[in-house]
């Protein structure tokens, strides 16, 4: 199973509201991402947990809570989020988080959130 | 902050013609990504170079890693409608995380 899941496929949320983005994968992958894409532009890293833990977090706004309860799975809370956060998230693994001077692996992502706040 | 630059945005051709995308860094990359992202999917990894002066090939699909390791390109050889999406080089930069580059969105006319 190379398939990584992401629910919901479609959110559409206030900016008051509570919500939340799930991933899931079962390929053993010890890392985990999420990302933030507009239209026409490129993924931009939001987190990234290696083993369980978070190891990268690219200075992301708190109303952006990230959560990872166990190795299959990835959360993204999302609270008083702003229109401009609208955009497609997704979610991707890999068999190991990259290391400063060590390799890199190839990411499996998800089919992404697409997010729209009113 | 380290960044990859991509060339070109844009490219239409017509089916049956080449296409190449390209990728540079003014540093030194320990290795480089390939994403292809269908409209409306999710990007979907091609191949990783890691070597100096590095060629991969999948069928029509041709990778190179400059000598360098600055650069990088992905050709395709007699294009075909099904080749039609959002090509993504990757490199890692500064804490080792991967960044993307702009992208190359490539439409293919039958």
């Known amino acids: 199973d190379t398939e990584v899941t992401q629910t919901p496929k479609h959110l559409v949320m206030g900016m008051t509201n509570k919500k939340s983005l799930k991933c899931e994968q079962h390929?053993?992958?010890?890392?985990m991402y999420w990302y933030k894409q507009k239209a026409k532009k490129p993924p931009e890293l939001m987190f990234v947990?290696?083993?369980?833990?978070?190891?990268i977090n690219e200075s992301v706004p708190s109303r952006f809570s990230p959560e990872c309860p166990n190795s299959s799975l990835l959360n993204l809370h999302l609270h008083a989020l702003q229109p401009e956060d609208s955009a497609l998230y997704l979610c991707?693994?890999?068999?190991?988080?990259?290391?400063?001077?060590?390799?890199?692996?190839?990411?499996?992502f998800g089919p992404g959130t697409r997010l729209t706040v009113t | 902050g380290q960044q990859v630059m991509q060339i070109p945005q844009y490219q239409h051709v017509q089916e049956g013609e080449d296409f190449t995308t390209y990728c540079n860094s003014s540093?030194?990359?320990?290795?480089i990504q390939w994403y292809k992202q269908r409209p409306g999917g999710h990007p979907v990894f091609l191949i990783q170079?890691?070597?100096?002066?590095e060629v991969k090939k999948q069928k029509r699909l041709t990778f190179q890693f400059g000598e360098a390791k600055k650069n990088s390109s992905l050709h395709i050889t007699a294009t075909q409608t099904t080749d039609v999406g959002t090509y993504f080089c990757?490199?890692?930069?500064?804490?080792?995380?991967?960044?993307f580059g702009a992208g190359t969105r490539l439409t293919v006319k039958p």
């Open positions: 170079l890691v070597k100096s002066g």
């Open positions: 540093t030194t990359l320990s290795n």
């Open positions: 990757a490199a890692p930069v500064n804490n080792n995380d991967m960044r």
């Open positions: 991707a693994s890999s068999q190991d988080a990259p290391l400063r001077h060590g390799p890199t692996y190839e990411q499996y």
């Open positions: 947990y290696s083993y369980e833990k978070l190891s």
């Open positions: 390929m053993g992958h010890r890392a």
